[in-house]
């Protein structure tokens, strides 16, 4: 990994810390490539937990390309929401509690994350090479 892609990671990092601290219902959050590799998350999200949701979804993502791919899936379990978005060629993955405002949770993430690519891509654009 260069210093590029160090910063760029750190910045992504910071922007999901921020998501959470716009809504506090997230509990975690994280980025991915559609190859499974880890681009960032944020301070409270476990390796192991980010390692379960990549690897469950490698196969619904590589099943999902028979109908174009996966643009937003979301998942209610028992104790809280997950959100898979695709983000300019990433996976923006959010885990909330059940009273947490989707709308307003994938809206803050939605708008924050782009900014912060375009920014980083002007800044060091050889270094944001996704897929």
């Known amino acids: ?3 590029g892609d160090d910063a760029y990671a750190f ?3 910071t922007a999901l810390n921020e998501i959470r601290n716009a809504c506090p219902e997230i509990t975690n959050s994280f980025m991915f490539k559609e190859d499974g590799e880890v681009i960032a998350g944020d ?3 476990p390796e192991k937990t980010v390692r379960t949701v990549v690897d469950a979804f490698d196969g619904v993502l590589e099943k999902a390309e028979a109908i174009g791919g996966v643009e937003s899936v979301t998942l209610d379990g028992s104790e809280g929401r ?12 959010t885990i909330a509690s059940k009273q947490a405002d989707m709308n307003y949770v994938n809206t803050v993430a939605r708008v924050l994350i782009p900014t912060v690519l375009r920014l980083l891509e002007k800044i060091t654009p050889a270094s944001l090479k996704w897929g």
Do not use: D, H, K, P
Request: charged residues 15%; without cysteine.
């Open 1 to 3: 990994m260069s210093m």
């Open 11 to 13: 910045a992504l990092r």
């Open 43 to 45: 301070e409270n999200t």
């Open 82 to 93: 997950a959100n898979v978005s695709r983000v300019n060629g990433l996976y923006l993955v």
